[in-house]
């Protein structure tokens, strides 16, 4: 079945970067997505990136895709206080069109 | 602000109460769904519309009613619930382009539920 999964928790210091890893099993994946979640608010598209595709940079984010090993990361370049917040991966199936979304990442920013 | 509004935000209700929660995009799109969002374990996703017409269910129980009235407005009607059910529920709407290109779906803030 399709199963996306990320690690718990990630702790950085402000001013460092940050990188939260994904993997998913479905290779029929078409799109790929990193969402942020502030507390008490809902999902916030952060950027996505299309499966055939390496790399996509925006500003101080940079999505990595290796397609072979089905990893995805996001890395936050000179991490602020204000990234603290959970980090959802979500492939899109290329079989069912669904997004199918990981536990998601706590992203805790030490000052 | 995203442009999918939810309210209430904060819901408590007894399990032999009705209730609903409401959803509406400015968006323009042309489909909507509701997931669930419990601690610890990954989004849920329980209804899809698309151009009105439910198009998925997830097996979720009839005390979940979906209703959608017009492509910009979306409803869960709540009953009999259980204390299980209490959770996050977020609304999102997406531009279905169909299988030829990504549709990124954008959140609500969702609805905080505490069945009693």
């Known amino acids: 079945g399709e199963d996306v999964e990320q690690s718990l928790f990630l702790s950085v210091r402000e001013g460092d970067s940050s990188v939260i890893n994904c993997t998913y099993t479905d290779s029929s994946s078409t799109y790929l997505y990193w969402y942020k979640q502030e507390p008490g608010a809902g999902l916030q598209l952060l950027t996505y990136i299309f499966s055939n595709m390496d790399m996509k940079q925006d500003q101080r984010l940079t999505v990595l895709l290796n397609k072979k090993d089905k990893h995805l990361s996001l890395r936050i370049a000179d991490t602020q206080t204000g990234d603290s917040a959970i980090y959802f991966c979500?492939?899109?199936?290329?079989?069912?069109?669904?997004?199918?979304f990981g536990t998601g990442t706590l992203l805790a920013v030490q000052p | 602000e995203t442009g999918v509004t939810q309210t209430p935000r904060h819901l408590v209700m007894g399990m032999t109460n009705k209730k609903s929660l409401k959803c509406e995009q400015h968006?323009?799109?042309?489909?909507m769904y509701w997931y669930k969002q419990s601690a610890k374990k990954p989004l849920e996703l329980m209804f899809v519309?698309?151009?009105?017409?439910?198009?998925e269910n997830n097996s979720v129980p009839s005390r979940f009613s979906p209703e959608c009235p017009n492509s910009s407005h979306l409803f869960l009607h709540l009953h009999t619930l259980q204390p299980e059910d209490s959770a996050l529920y977020l609304c999102?709407?997406?531009?279905?382009?169909?299988?030829?290109?990504?549709?990124?779906?954008?959140f609500g803030p969702g609805t905080r539920l505490t069945v009693t």
């Open positions: 979500a492939e899109r199936s290329g079989a069912t069109n669904k997004l199918i």
């Open positions: 968006l323009g799109h042309n489909a």
């Open positions: 999102a709407s997406s531009q279905d382009k169909g299988t030829g290109g990504g549709y990124e779906q954008y």
């Open positions: 519309y698309n151009f009105k017409e439910q198009t």
